[in-house]
């Protein structure tokens, strides 16, 4: 399994050309060690997509942090922002909660 990890969003999207599927994986994942008790918590989306490149199947992936208000609805906001940048993109791609690299597993057998 051949894994690229891109920086940022921008370089992300110029790899969607690659893509096989037309499916954007995210996931939330919180990082209670940077988490601030009081105000706010830190989590990240991980965005993963499939890839073929000269044969190879190629698992791209890139990550954003979000400071997330205790009381908000962040996670929601941050999907409908991700959806209308990726349909610009192409209005083909879908984003879908889960883990690509089970989806990746089963894909590759």
Do not use: C, W
């Amino acid at each position: 399994m051949i894994v690229i990890f891109i920086d940022n969003l921008e370089n992300f999207i110029e790899f969607l050309k690659r893509k096989i599927m037309n499916e954007i994986f995210y996931e939330f994942k919180e990082n209670l060690s940077e988490s601030d008790l009081n105000s706010e918590i830190k989590i990240e989306i991980i965005l993963h997509f499939l890839a073929k490149v000269e044969g190879n199947l190629v698992l791209y992936e890139t990550k954003q942090s979000i400071n997330k208000p205790s009381n908000s609805n962040v996670d929601k906001e941050v999907i409908d922002s991700l959806n209308n940048i990726f349909t610009q993109v192409d209005p083909s791609l879908a984003l879908v909660k889960g883990k690509i690299r089970e989806i990746f597993l089963s894909y590759s057998t």
